[in-house]
């Protein structure tokens, strides 16, 4: 319905490990942005993707990173996951550099244990 | 620190009244938007206002924006139990490629 896919819609991981959460695009969103919602909390910006380069990060450490590819697909990846790293991760697209309007995905859960 | 913080951060009202949520924000903007998000899952868009407007309109909700105190405010008119889910506004900053969302109202509709 939202025409962006996250996966998976829940995670458990231990401490330590590393974690790659997907999430696809509607077809000609060129934007793709990440954002980390504690329970709570509104979101906070992680990073953002245009066209497959990183064009804008928020104050988030460098074991989170991500890729972007031609097919509208992207991935947010973390390593050395801790504590602190559970929350909902929820993806967002727009066909727009300046991303006036988002559409946002149902978000993956992930728990560190 | 998030840009936006909005008032009340938990309300809960009878089915058919009127909803008023506020926020205000601390930098310029080109735009603010509202969001609802059910049961902590996706967010969806609700409405979208430019800086250079003061009032919005779409079905039963109504968005406001005073630049000058850095607000606004969304009213949902005629609540309906579908209401109930937690609403937030997210600017989008001159010269940012990002939302910076405020933490949010959960709104309760009570039958």
């Known amino acids: 319905e939202t025409g962006v896919t996250q996966s998976p819609t829940h995670l458990i991981k231990t401490r330590g490990q590393q974690v790659t959460l997907r999430c696809s695009s509607q077809?000609?969103?060129?934007?793709v942005s990440w954002y980390q919602q504690a329970l709570g909390q509104g979101p906070q910006f992680i990073f953002q993707y245009y066209r497959e380069e990183e064009n804008g990060r928020g104050n988030f450490p460098p074991r989170f990173s991500g890729l972007q590819f031609p097919n509208y697909s992207s991935e947010l990846n973390v390593n050395a996951l801790e504590l602190d790293d559970s929350a909902l991760y929820l993806c967002a697209s727009s066909p727009d550099e300046g991303g006036r309007r988002y559409t946002f995905g149902s978000g993956t859960r992930l728990t560190v244990v | 620190s998030q840009q936006g913080e909005e008032d009340p951060q938990a309300l809960s009202i009878q089915e058919g009244e009127n909803a008023t949520m506020n926020c205000s924000y601390k930098t310029s903007i080109n735009n603010l938007q509202w969001y609802r998000q059910n049961s902590g899952r996706g967010l969806v868009h609700l409405i979208l206002?430019?800086?250079?407007?003061r009032e919005k309109h779409s079905g039963r909700l109504r968005v406001t924006l005073d630049t000058s105190k850095k607000s606004s405010s969304l009213l949902i008119t005629a609540s309906r139990a579908a209401d109930t889910a937690s609403y937030f506004c997210a600017t989008a900053l001159q010269g940012a490629q990002k939302l910076v969302f405020g933490q949010g109202t959960r709104l309760t509709i009570n039958p």
């Open positions: 077809s000609g969103h060129n934007t």
């Open positions: 206002i430019r800086s250079n407007e």
